[in-house]
């Protein structure tokens, strides 16, 4: 009975951390790579903190959602910003690029890497707008 009883606390305890896990939403504009990488670094940080985290990539920025993104490796750890975005998407982050970037590039949502989306303008301002959503801007 014992183990009955902590295993239906240790589910009820496991249920709430996930209810109650904080909302984050990272924009990403920047070309520059530095600053990509130490956006996308900071969303990874805060999934392994226990965020839920949407990344919104736009302009330039959205160029890591691309299947052939590439990009110089940054130091210490020798990756790019665009392997960082997958490492977060890998983990459960969540990752839209902004519905400009499509019909103002010429790419089309096939270009887009398995699990990038095409953010739907509503439904971002949506969930900007949730009071208890952090908002990062990059």
Known sequence: M???LAAVALA???????AEQQPVMVILSDASPMTQGMA????NQMQAQGAQVDILLCDQGAD?????????TLKPNDVTPAQLLSAAMSKGATAS???LYLPNTGHTP???KDGVAVAKPDAM??????????????
């Open 12 to 18: 009820s305890l496991s249920s709430l951390a996930i």
């Open 64 to 72: 890591l959602a691309l299947k052939d993104a590439g990009g110089d």
């Open 2 to 4: 014992k183990k009955f």
């Open 97 to 99: 690029v902004c519905a």
């Open 110 to 112: 096939d270009k887009l």
């Open 40 to 43: 996308m670094v900071l969303a």
């Open 125 to 138: 301002a949506s969930a900007m707008l949730e009071p208890s959503r952090k908002v990062f801007s990059f």
